[in-house]
């Protein structure tokens, strides 16, 4: 393995608090972060997304936000090769590239080095599906995602036309379930690594998650979703189905009145984040760090961590922290 490889990976259920953490221990080690966030690859989608703001991305450089419209098909074999390109360039640069987020499969697929070589972006399959999903309804697509990943089809629920079309995709993408995708964990990867998980009590995670959502409402989201409705982009993009975006849909669609959509989003942020969180725990490699309430305490965890494997930081903390 390459001397100047070095990579740092931060995951953890959405709300915990990566993206602080990050910058952070970014600031302390020369370091560059890389997103590994489905939604934040998007412009426009800045709410929703949680994307870090204007002033925390001058604190650190971080890369893989902003890079596509919202219309534009976007796959993981895609985020893997600009990943990939931006680990490569940062460690060139001498400086650390952590990479941070809670898209599971992201992470994955460049930790581990799926090999997506072979396969192309599949935009025109995932629309067919949609069209099929339409015309035969729900259920026709779950029997076919029961009969390739039965795995997978016992933990989706039939109406989930979204994570039915993903395992699909992903079966039929790579020709592997998506079910022994999230099981399979090797135990080398191609970066000299350093996994970092953060976890919280859930009951204090949930307050987290139902705190945020409240803050997402009083900075705009409402005002953001519309505003991409009325840019043109369509409400049965991938974009806009994410969390938030679509709940706020359905309200303006007069499927759900306003304490209903709020409900609903707190209640599927929570779903979400206890499957990331299912996804993660899997993982062996992940060093976990249970978060106080000092970010500095948590660095510092992190740090001592990082200068037991990485000839690298000497007086860092003592000097900064």
Not at 159 to 183: F, P, W
């Amino acid at each position: 393995m390459p001397e100047n490889n070095k990579l740092i990976v931060i995951v953890g259920p959405t709300a915990v608090g990566k993206t602080a953490l990050a910058i952070e221990l970014g600031q302390l080690i020369n370091g560059e972060i890389i997103s590994a966030d489905s939604v934040q690859i998007y412009k426009y989608l800045d709410i929703g997304s949680a994307k870090p703001t204007i002033s925390e991305q001058k604190k650190i450089t971080h890369h893989l936000i902003d890079i596509i419209e919202p219309d534009v098909p976007f796959s993981v074999a895609d985020y893997q090769k600009l990943a990939k390109v931006k680990i490569k360039e940062i460690n060139a640069k001498n400086k650390i590239p952590i990479l941070v987020g809670g898209t599971g499969l992201y992470v994955q697929s460049v930790i581990d080095d799926y090999d997506f070589s072979k396969e192309e972006g599949n935009y025109e399959f995932r629309e067919q599906l949609k069209r099929i999903s339409l015309e035969k309804g729900n259920d026709f697509l779950y029997e076919k995602l029961k009969k390739v990943d039965p795995v997978s089809a016992s933990k989706i629920h039939k109406n989930d036309v979204k994570r039915i079309i993903r395992a699909l995709e992903v079966y039929y993408k790579t020709g592997k379930r998506i079910s022994e995708v999230k099981d399979k964990r090797y135990t080398s990867s191609p970066y000299d690594l350093i996994f970092f998980g953060l976890r919280l009590p859930r009951d204090e995670l949930y307050r987290k998650i139902d705190l945020r959502v409240d803050q997402m409402i009083e900075e705009g989201l409402l005002e953001e979703t519309k505003k991409l409705l009325n840019l043109g982009y369509s409400d049965k993009l991938n974009s806009m189905q994410s969390l938030g975006y679509k709940e706020m849909i359905q309200y303006l669609k007069g499927e759900l009145d306003w304490d209903e959509a709020i409900s609903l989003l707190k209640r599927n942020t929570r779903r979400f984040a206890k499957r990331q969180l299912t996804w993660f725990k899997r993982d062996k490699r992940i060093i976990w760090i249970d978060k106080s309430k000092n970010i500095k305490e948590d660095t510092y965890k992190m740090l001592e961590i990082i200068e037991g494997k990485w000839d690298i930081l000497t007086n860092t903390r003592n000097n900064q922290i």
